[in-house]
């Protein structure tokens, strides 16, 4: 119940296309998710976060989609760019206890020019 | 504004020694998580720490300890140094605690590969 469920495990997108990634989650007492970039050698990013009682986030060319019912949200990157290549996590941290980030397991996404 | 920094930045050792690795986090901040990064993987909790107590632990064994400093910095030190513990360990930095909608924001990790 504590895991967070991301894919693909991989993603090939053309230059100006829309990259999506999904996840899923069990565990209701989720309530902050969010997702985070990584390139090789670096830690991971903060790029956005949403909380459950909005269903829409947008900031520049990245959006994320939250559907509270489904337990599920999605990335949106708009425009993708080749400099969006990366490793792409989503994340949620329950309103109880500490503030323990559970991951996903990654998207590798590849912007093709 | 410094961010989280994290050093050593890269460190071999063998099967069955120590290491400590350090962690100074972002300004203002002053609760600091360790992660550790599985290649191909995504980040797993070890511990937080807040005001020089651990708060909450992940499913890491007890050769697995840290500390937190007066300053807010902190350490990480693992025992019996076994070849799994190769990865990436990842520091973040927040502020205060029982509040799950505060960013936590992340250093470059120190690269530990046990031969």
């Known amino acids: 119940q504590q895991q967070v469920k991301q894919s693909p495990q991989s993603l090939i997108v053309q230059k100006g296309g829309i990259s999506i990634i999904n996840c899923a989650y069990e565990?209701?007492?989720?309530?902050?998710f969010p997702w985070y970039q990584q390139f090789p050698g670096k830690g991971p990013a903060l790029l956005i976060a949403?909380?459950?009682?909005?269903s829409e986030k947008k900031e520049g060319r990245f959006t994320i989609s939250f559907n509270k019912s489904a337990k599920q949200f999605s990335l949106h990157i708009m425009d993708s760019q080749p400099g969006d290549s990366a490793t792409y996590f989503c994340?949620?941290?329950?309103?109880?206890?500490?503030?323990?980030?559970?991951f996903g397991q990654g998207t590798r996404l590849t912007i093709n020019p | 504004d410094a961010g989280v920094t994290q050093s050593p930045t890269h460190l071999i050792k063998t099967r069955g020694q120590q290491v400590t690795l350090r962690c100074s986090p972002k300004?203002?901040?002053?609760?600091v998580s360790w992660y550790q990064q599985a290649l191909g993987q995504g980040p797993q909790f070890i511990f937080q720490?807040?005001?020089?107590?651990e708060r909450q632990r992940g499913n890491f064994p007890d050769r697995f300890s840290g500390h937190q400093f007066p300053n807010y910095s902190s350490e990480l030190n693992v025992n019996a140094l076994l070849l799994g513990d190769s990865a990436l360990y990842l520091c973040?930095?927040?502020w205060g605690v029982g509040y799950s909608n505060q960013p936590q924001h992340f250093g470059d990790g120190t690269r530990l590969s046990i031969l």
């Open positions: 973040a930095s927040s």
């Open positions: 565990n209701t007492a989720f309530d902050y």
């Open positions: 949403i909380r459950p009682d909005v």
């Open positions: 994340a949620a941290v329950s309103k109880v206890g500490a503030q323990k980030l559970v």
């Open positions: 300004s203002g901040h002053d609760t």
């Open positions: 720490y807040y005001e020089e107590e």
